[in-house]
């Protein structure tokens, strides 16, 4: 079971957070750890993961963002916004579709660190996608081990170094886009310390007019090994500011990818982020006796955002009104302790998480001044002043028992409880302060049988919890104001069935799905630039993926990912007409389709690396069609696009070498949504996917210094 705070660390990962192997990288391909008790070959794992390794990260682009390479996980949808005033959309089998911003549903750790807070709300805008090792993505039953709102894993692991290395590398691309990037990493000696290092800066103009924006990263990781002791300490910081072009209309979008909400303009729609982060993490290895590990870590950080909306002053006028600008304080931590015991063929994990935040959130006019002299975009009266708390409290225990050569039998269960709070201090509209609690118990249950020595066929249930988040609670449904204590979390019912064949040149992944949900949130209202939420009953997703690797020769590689999705409401329930709404008069009918998921997605690509010539690839991507609201009023259209990409490394003097790429993405300049706004008030649904566009990436390293 894995675990909710760091791990950079070797074995595996149990409880809100995965564990990081320290290994080769030859090993790395074919180690999996997020959901296990102990580390394994991807294929021997009794559930849907996909590993994504170093040189696959390396290759899918500029690495800023994950969804670069996340396109190559079946089952799993990652919508590039090409909008950094707002996070990726991340959906895996359903869960998370319905999030407007951030991701939610899903559990998102980056070096040990948990990227989703005790509500469920997550973001990676700072992740060190270009220090990343590996990235492990874990879809279906097993994920409910890692707690509240954990309808799939993603886990970007960084590891210890392995071999003194410096690295720089720089990246231009269309639409005013570069990037500098530098590295270091220094592996331990005997008894030493290992260090790795980066820093990174981001610039781009966008395609869209206000979509220009700014990213600062800077990363540091430090471990000390002696006997059986393991230290590990990771840092991170990142700066990152952006303008929001915001979504677009069916007709603006029908123009073409370079619109922009004329009220983006207007408002000057923008974001500033500012994280800072680090966690510590002691382990201790035991050769004697039934207790084999004993593990403790913990997290700490900060994080600061201010956003300004597009939100009419007449809006704000009502009393109860939160104001157009959004800013807040937000202080996060956790810790975790475990143990691991080797009972014969019996090995178990147990062990308690902990994890809090608390958001000083403050809320202010987008104006000053009134009529001729009036200015919108700027920070006005304060509307709002309240703390918002979010808490978890989990113990945890799984079992992997192996009663014969050929059958593993896995189990585990994670019981915890999730206090949610807001406390106004911004009296004069009214007391907006509640509190709610809920408990939840996550049983899991897998199998897996070797029928034959390179065939594995493997099943698993569970039962998973998703509490509302923070924001979805800011609001009540009926329009009066106030913390929406009627709002329930959401609990599921998951199955899935597979097989993992490895026989010469060709690899072959399959797995059929379900997912049944009781008291699904979805949209309740949507009224003077708020959104309130409301349960709506039963959902059904179901579906396939199928994941297949085929190298016909040493210079050949085939790859592809594809899943189907048959995601529908089994009740009805009333959602608003339009605008204004304060109350929901619309029916929408059993059998329609979960906003924001799609139908299907799939990736591919064939390879050829020619020596002299370097690595020639042909990508495609393609995604099924997409209702943007729960009347699916209106679809997102399915789309396919392509890329080519080019490598070629060259040797340098003093054991350097220099690597250059070039990528051309859409290279067929296809119109199409990249993403899409769910259910947005102002039927400003559809975020254009870029243009055709040209990277060119030069990178130097060396090793052995």
Known sequence: ???????????????????????????????????????????????????????????????????????????????????????????????????????????????GIPASGPDGQGQVSHVDIAGAERVEVLRGPFSVLYGNSSGGVINVIGGAPTAARAEGSIDVAAFGTRQLRAGLAVPAAAGGLSVRAGVSMFETDGFRPQSSAQKTQAHLRLGWQRAGDTVTALFNHLDQPALDPLGLSREQFERGPGQTAQVALDFATRKTTLQSQGGLSWRRRLDDGPLRELQVALFQGQRKVAQWLAIAPGTQANPRHGG????????????????????????????????????????????????????????????????????????????????????????????????????DAFLSNGDDSGRLAFDYTNPVLGLRWQVAPRLNLFASVARGFESPTLGELAYRADGTGGFNTALKPQTSRQAEAGLKWRVGAWQLDGTLFEVRTTDEI??????????????????????????????????????????????????????????????????????NRVAGAPEGNAWAELAWQGGAWGEWALEARGLGRVAVNDRNSDFAAGHAVTALRWRKAYPLEGGYRMEWMLRVDNLADRHYAGSVIVNDANGRFFEPGAPRSVLLSLRVSGWGM
């Open 522 to 591: 979805g949209v309740a209202t949507n009224a003077s630039g708020r959104s309130a939420f409301q349960n709506v009953g039963r959902t059904l997703r179901r579906g396939a993926e199928l994941a297949v690797g085929w190298r016909p020769s040493g210079a050949w590689r085939v790859q592809l990912a594809a899943s189907t999705l048959e995601a529908t409401y089994r009740d009805s329930f009333l959602v608003c007409a339009g605008l204004p709404c304060s109350a929901p008069t619309l029916q929408v009918a059993p059998g």
């Open 1 to 111: 079971m894995p675990h909710s705070a760091f791990h950079d660390f070797r074995r595996h990962a149990l409880g809100a957070a995965c564990a990081t192997l320290a290994l080769g990288a030859a090993a790395q391909e074919r180690i999996v750890v997020t959901g296990s008790t102990s580390a394994r070959a991807a294929e021997e794992a009794p559930h849907a993961v996909t590993l994504l390794p170093r040189e696959a990260i390396q290759a899918a682009g500029p690495m800023v963002n994950l969804s670069e390479v996340l396109a190559q996980v079946p089952g799993l949808v990652a919508g590039n916004r090409s909008n950094y005033a707002q996070d990726l959309q991340i959906s895996a089998r359903g869960f998370g579709a319905r999030a407007g911003f951030g991701v939610r549903g899903l559990r998102l750790v980056a070096d």
């Open 324 to 423: 157009g600008v959004i800013d807040f304080d937000r202080g996060f931590a956790g810790i975790d302790a475990r143990t691991r015991w080797q009972l014969g063929t019996l090995e178990v994990v147990a062990g308690a998480a902990v994890e809090q935040q608390r958001d000083d959130r403050r809320g202010f006019e987008n104006f000053t001044g009134t009529g001729a002299a009036q200015v919108v975009g700027v920070v006005g009266r304060l509307r709002r002043d309240e703390v918002n708390r979010a808490r978890t409290q989990d113990v945890y225990a799984q079992a992997e028992w192996l009663p014969a050569a050929a059958v593993a039998l896995q189990a585990g269960v994670r019981h915890g409880r999730v206090k949610l709070s807001a406390q």
